[in-house]
């Protein structure tokens, strides 16, 4: 039996990638940023390092609007984990965006993901194709 691989726009993704090794979160083709309720990285798949060019050992552990991302932190992403947070809802939301820092510009796809009682939350980036 052979296991599909997750999409991007998978439904039900935030449940499958808790139930993901780090070798096959690695072997995704877009990035997985996973965090805890304090915002601290926890997750920080292959794809994400590549691209991003930052490595886990930079990341892991650090808090993700602040420390890792702050072009994310705004309305558009962070406050809509924290909205989900306080309303107790599921957040699952796809959005254009477009990374600004330590690159130029970069269009992606974000996919946002938080499940109330979840350990971790999730920023998923799409990079387009060019």
């Known amino acids: 039996m052979t296991v599909t691989p997750l999409a991007f726009d ?3 993704l935030a449940a ?9 979160l690695d ?5 997985v940023i996973g965090f805890g309720a304090d915002t601290n990285v926890t997750l920080y798949n292959a794809f994400e390092s590549q691209a991003a060019g930052l490595s886990p050992q930079r ?3 650090q808090p993700l609007f602040t420390n890792v991302a702050p072009c ?5 992403v962070a406050q809509r984990f924290e909205d989900a947070q306080e309303d107790n809802s599921v957040l699952d939301a796809t959005i254009d965006y477009v990374l600004t820092l330590r ?4 269009k992606v796809a974000l996919r946002l993901l938080s499940n109330p009682g979840g350990s971790r939350r999730y920023v998923l980036v799409q990079r387009q194709p060019r």
Not at 16 to 24: G, K, V, Y
């Open 10 to 12: 998978a439904p039900d």
């Open 16 to 24: 499958r990638l808790d139930q993901c090794t780090p070798e096959q």
């Open 27 to 31: 072997a995704l083709d877009f990035g």
């Open 59 to 61: 990341v892991l552990g």
């Open 72 to 76: 994310m932190n705004n309305f558009m």
């Open 103 to 106: 690159m130029r510009p970069v």
